[in-house]
């Protein structure tokens, strides 16, 4: 049986070829991609490389509520508690339309 130091020698020879296997397959894989991108004249972005997709664009809200004191609110989402508050005093969410 071998020893463990022996295991180690093996193991980093073994470790050397690999490097060595994966740098010559990936000099051919580079070549070969570089034969395809001229003889069809490709560009990064045909092969999915490049800037990433446009996001979609943000819009903002309009304003559909406000408040006597400057308050704001779209009306998405739980209701403030300026809203809650106007409505607990009996006034109706309309009378806070923004116009």
């Not at 020879?13 to 395809?36: G, H, N």
């Not at 490389?49 to 446009?54: D, I, S, T």
């Not at 509520?65 to 009306?75: H, I, V």
């Amino acid at each position: 049986m071998a020893t463990y130091q022996e295991l180690l020698a093996q193991k980093a020879s073994i470790d050397a070829q690999i490097e060595e296997a994966r740098k010559a397959e990936v000099s051919e894989a580079v070549a070969e991609v570089k034969r395809l991108v001229g003889e069809y004249g490709l560009t990064a972005a045909d092969c999915g490389f490049g800037a990433p997709a446009a996001k979609k664009a943000k819009t903002k809200v309009a304003v559909k509520y406000r408040g006597q004191n400057g308050e704001s609110w779209t009306g998405r989402g739980k209701a403030p508690a300026w809203i809650v508050a106007h409505e607990s005093a009996g006034q109706s969410r309309e009378s806070l339309l923004a116009h």
